[in-house]
């Protein structure tokens, strides 16, 4: 075994490397991974040349990053290795292959507790951050997010990413000043912060701002280069909402095609984003022709995947949307799945997941009285199976199209409700008040809907 040599990262943290030519290409890893570049899976060119701890543990994490069912086997040689060779690896480095096993175990709340303590006593290890926050957020702790970032900040003042990190940690616990603030001083520092970009564009949208994030959006999106999928498909994606929202539908359709749907469509947030915004457009009366059908062909992939709830929601919306027979499969799969989730999830599974699941199937086969059941008893609980606010307003949008639809009095009294609080925060929103209009129009209420 090579004799291991300490070398510092770009954030100044001691690495221990077998071969300093590795060191390149865990830079590459660190600095990608932080700032949401594609460059991260450089690393991987390392995984079978360069033995060292932390180059196998990297290796491990961008393997269960693929957020699909093989991810975990796939991680495990790499974890081996790491753990084989941990007793050389600094007390830093061994915390983190510590977390990413806990992560593949499905031991999320142990990973967030490791992801903590590095977080207080080696705050400039912004991998393990960002990783810790990515934990919090699937698992709906948006305080847990803002600790992270907040603990590495007096430390990673200079890093521009850190000030996006807690951008979106304060935007997701509703602290939207605080949320500007910080994302604006990170574009600031860095004009090509797409982490902050976003950031910034939940505020506005939460905000009802919606001509001026549309703007802002356009006038950053020249710096989405290089960026890893996720990351460029969802800043477009946020693109597409405010577009939405203005009533400018040809345009939405094109930022589809052109920038959401296409660039990984075998990866696990390219299809949600893709299931996301072709369930927003037929909500908003867009017809979205034959979408669905190319779409649900990568979704049948996922019938047992069972990552993240999240994730299975969307998945299993896009297949039923599509006709896609597979989603009975999924559903079932879901049913059966749910009791024996890891623990630090499994109420997510059981009492969020699976009536959220049967009320989506049902509302995308048009029986919308089960929908609002299944549905209605999983939203007061939704934000613990993760997702920001803006994602999970899908599920908030196929509800109340639910009531909309099943048309009874109880039901558009209920629509009503949720109508007006609605447009009360988002008066520039064409969407809102076409919906409101049409409710107000069938409640007899037609004085108000013609003011709209």
């Given amino acids: 075994m090579p004799s291991a040599t300490l070398h510092v990262d770009s954030f100044g943290n001691p690495l ?115 990783l810790g926050q990515y934990h919090c957020f699937n698992t709906g702790d948006c305080p847990g997010m803002l600790r992270l970032a907040l603990a590495a900040l007096p430390a990673a003042s200079d890093v521009p990413y850190v000030h996006g990190m807690a951008a979106f940690g304060y935007e997701q616990c509703h602290l939207m000043r605080e949320a500007e603030a910080s994302a604006r001083h990170a574009i600031g520092m860095c004009r090509k912060e797409p982490w902050a970009h976003h950031a910034l564009a939940h505020v506005m949208l939460t905000e009802g701002r919606l001509s001026e994030g549309l703007a802002f959006m356009q006038a950053v999106s020249d710096t989405w280069t290089g960026l890893n999928s996720f990351m460029v498909t969802h800043n477009w994606w946020h693109v597409a909402l405010f577009l939405i929202e203005l009533g400018r539908d040809a345009e ?74 597979e989603a009975d499969a999924l559903l079932c799969n879901i ?69 909309v639809r099943a048309g009874t009095e109880a039901t558009l009294r209920g629509a009503q409700g949720i109508l007006q609080q609605q447009l009360n925060g988002q008066p520039e929103s064409l969407r809102l008040r076409r919906q409101a209009g049409d409710v107000y129009a069938r409640l007899g209420l037609e004085q108000l809907a013609s003011r709209l």
């Avoid at 974890?79 to 007390?91: E, F, G, N, Q, V």
């Avoid at 979205?288 to 299975?312: I, N, T």
């Avoid at 997941?353 to 929908?371: T, Y």
Wanted: glycine letters at 6%; proline letters at 4%.
């Fill in 335 to 403: 049913e059966a799945y749910a009791p024996r989730a890891p623990v630090s999830t499994r109420a997510a599974w059981q009492h969020i997941c699976v009536p959220a699941a049967r009320g989506l199937v049902a509302h995308a086969r048009g029986d919308f009285a089960s929908a609002i059941d299944g549905l209605g008893s999983a939203l007061p609980r939704l934000v613990e199976i993760g997702g920001s606010h803006a994602q999970r307003d899908l599920f908030e949008q196929v509800y109340l199209d639910a009531l």
């Fill in 252 to 325: 939405a359709l094109a930022v589809y095609d052109r920038e959401v749907w296409g660039v990984a469509k075998d990866y696990s947030q390219d299809q949600i984003g893709a299931v996301s915004l072709l369930a927003r457009f037929e909500l908003a009366g867009i017809d979205v022709g034959s979408r669905w059908s190319d779409v649900g062909h990568y979704l049948v992939q996922r019938q047992a995947d069972h990552v993240l709830p999240f994730l299975d929601l969307q998945y299993l919306y896009g297949m039923a949307r599509a006709g896609r027979p």
């Fill in 16 to 130: 221990t490397l077998d071969d300093a030519a590795s060191l390149p290409l865990v830079d590459d890893f660190v600095m990608g991974f932080v700032s949401t570049e594609a460059r991260a899976v450089n690393l991987l060119a390392l995984a079978d040349s360069d033995s060292s701890p932390l180059v196998q543990a990297y290796c491990a994490t961008l393997h269960l990053f693929a957020e699909s069912r093989d991810a975990e086997a796939n991680a495990r040689p790499y974890l081996a290795k790491a753990r084989a060779a941990s007793s050389r690896a600094t007390p830093r480095e061994q915390r983190y292959i510590a977390a990413i096993e806990a992560w593949a175990d499905g031991d999320i709340a142990r990973a967030i507790a490791l992801h903590t303590e590095q977080s207080r006593e080696y705050p400039r290890d912004l991998v393990s951050l960002k």
